[in-house]
């Protein structure tokens, strides 16, 4: 087979290719009226993983969709990362995947039709394992190579996962290590050794898929996954859509390893900078050690949950036999000056 190195044909890495969260919020608004639909249940207000719409029955449907240029210079992984990513956002809101069809750019001047086969195989492959099928796409000619999903699921609306759902005094965990935007662009800056990113790799292609079984326990009220906007961004989603604020302990928060070593070195991912630049003023001051570390752009990243009290003893115990062994590293508080407190 064709032997290349993706990242060289793209000017992003995975979810660091994400617009800013302040861009986004701009480019978001309208003039434009919007008809109001009863049925949908959950849409972009609250900066949810996924729609859900009533069907009726005591269910909704679920619909999402997500893409990126390559993070990783193998194909086949490339292909796997992607499919694991986009399949989050159905796990965060405590859904089940049914189904899904791929979004698919390719350079045709500059790269084969055979190292395009290997990205949708790794799709396919990721697919596979959560069980539902790959059933269809549409593909386009592309500067940069692109590869994602549109994903289909179903949740039960009473285990419905929202970010309006967080309350006061709820215990916070992350289910997969921080570090992977500064991993990958060490990579991309040819600074890595080898075996360091494979740690990274092994958690970009870990289905999310304990989420809907996390859902169903009583006192689990609120998750999302960690991607692009960082940790402190995507917990800043949460706070502002159920009124509150946080603290994180930053010596408790999982890192892969080596992350300190490359941040050290420099391999800081522009969509760090930028996630700073959109939220930084909403977070307590920070090093610049928390500052680059909590701001980094996640691809493929952990399950951010809010976890009651009452809860914690049936949290661990099913984490436990997921094999992961979790410790609070923050907790939710009463609306303060700063959304999020770093400590």
């Known amino acids: 087979m064709e032997s290349v190195k993706l990242t060289e044909y793209s000017h992003g890495a995975g979810c660091g290719c994400k617009i800013s969260p302040m861009l986004l919020d701009e480019i978001l608004e309208t003039s434009i009226e919007v008809s109001p639909y009863p049925a949908l249940l959950v849409g972009n207000s609250d900066k949810d993983d996924a729609a859900a719409f009533d069907l009726g029955n005591g269910t909704s449907v679920l619909s999402t969709t997500d893409f990126f240029m390559p993070i990783v210079d193998d194909a086949f992984t ?10 989050s956002d159905i796990y965060a809101m405590g859904g089940k995947p049914l189904m899904a069809i791929s979004i698919f750019g390719w350079p045709i001047d500059k790269l084969s039709a055979d190292v395009a086969k290997q990205v949708i195989d790794g799709g396919r492959s990721i697919c596979e394992e959560a069980n539902i099928p790959l059933a269809g796409g549409h593909s386009i000619d592309s500067p940069e190579p692109i590869f994602g999903l549109a994903v289909t699921g179903l949740v039960e609306n009473k285990h419905l996962m929202q970010n309006s759902n967080a309350k006061e005094n709820c215990h916070i965990f992350l289910t997969k290590p921080l570090g992977i935007g500064i991993l990958s662009t060490a990579q991309k ?4 050794e080898e075996g360091d990113i494979k740690p990274a790799i092994e958690a970009m292609t870990t289905l999310n898929k304990m989420g809907p079984d996390l859902a169903k326990l009583d006192g689990v009220i609120a998750m999302t996954d960690v991607t692009g906007f960082g940790l402190l961004g995507h917990l800043v989603e949460i706070c502002e ?5 946080s603290e994180i302990y ?94």
């Open 78 to 87: 490339f292909g796997q990362i992607a499919a694991t990513n986009a399949l």
């Open 189 to 192: 800056q040819k600074k890595i």
């Open 241 to 245: 859509a159920s009124n509150i604020s």
């Open 250 to 343: 930053f010596d408790k928060v999982p890192l892969l390893p080596k992350v300190e070593k490359y941040r050290q070195l420099g391999c800081i991912p522009g969509g760090a900078k930028k996630n700073f630049r959109s939220y930084g003023s909403k977070i307590s001051e920070m090093t610049q050690q928390q500052r680059e570390i909590l701001c980094d752009a996640q691809t493929s990243g952990g399950l951010l949950i809010m976890v009651e009290e009452h809860a914690l003893d049936n949290f661990k115990a099913m984490t436990k036999q997921n094999n992961l062994h979790l410790e609070t590293i923050g907790k939710t508080t009463s609306k303060g000056d700063n959304i999020v407190e770093v400590i």
